[in-house]
């Protein structure tokens, strides 16, 4: 349902469809913030599935929150006990998303989301996972080029791994046909009209 505020029409519901929502695409295309504002933008809805990784924190990242940063025999661990649901490697370190990560989340009755690269779309796709997979993409590489640079968060090599691996992700959400909307991020503001609306079926 919705209610006509100003004649705005605005969600006020859950979405219909409850299945947990996989959200990926190219480091920097934006899918972090388009994220963040499904999730502020709709109070008790959707929580962010907090990852598992051995990269080294980036300033303002907090253990716990961004990820649980651990070291890579505590991740060797959490695999091998099959901890985990999916699990990469990007661009020399380790991500992946744990079994407890996912209940917690479910278990408050809530929608998660997930932000994984396509290696772990391709796993959870391929192990039956049920739920929405969408792909956030940028205009064109150069833009994402762009974006890593003004970032300053990673360096000179780190960024051309960023930027080869884009290239790849891009090619597999082109034919993989794992994704039911790709999204090109653009525009802020229509980029997440669009998500949002897939999401709530609306559009
Ligand atoms: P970043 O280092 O920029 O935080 O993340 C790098 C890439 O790893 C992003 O594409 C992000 O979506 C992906 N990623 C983050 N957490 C996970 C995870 O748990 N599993 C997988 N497969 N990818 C992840």
New binding site residues.
Partial sequence: STSQIHNILIPTTAPQDRRPLII?GP?GAGKGTLIQKLIDTHPHTFELTV?H?T?QPRPGEKDGISYHFVSVETYNTLKHNGDLI???M?TGAF???SKAALAEILDKGLIPIL???M??VQQVKTSGFDARYVFVKPRDLGVLEERLRGRGTESERDIRARLDRARRELEFAETAGVFQRIIVNDDLGRAYAELEGFVFGLG
Wanted: net charge negative.
């Fill in positions: 990926s480091s990852s990784t990269r999916e699990d990469a990007y991500y992946g998303t932000d994984i690269e290696t772990g």
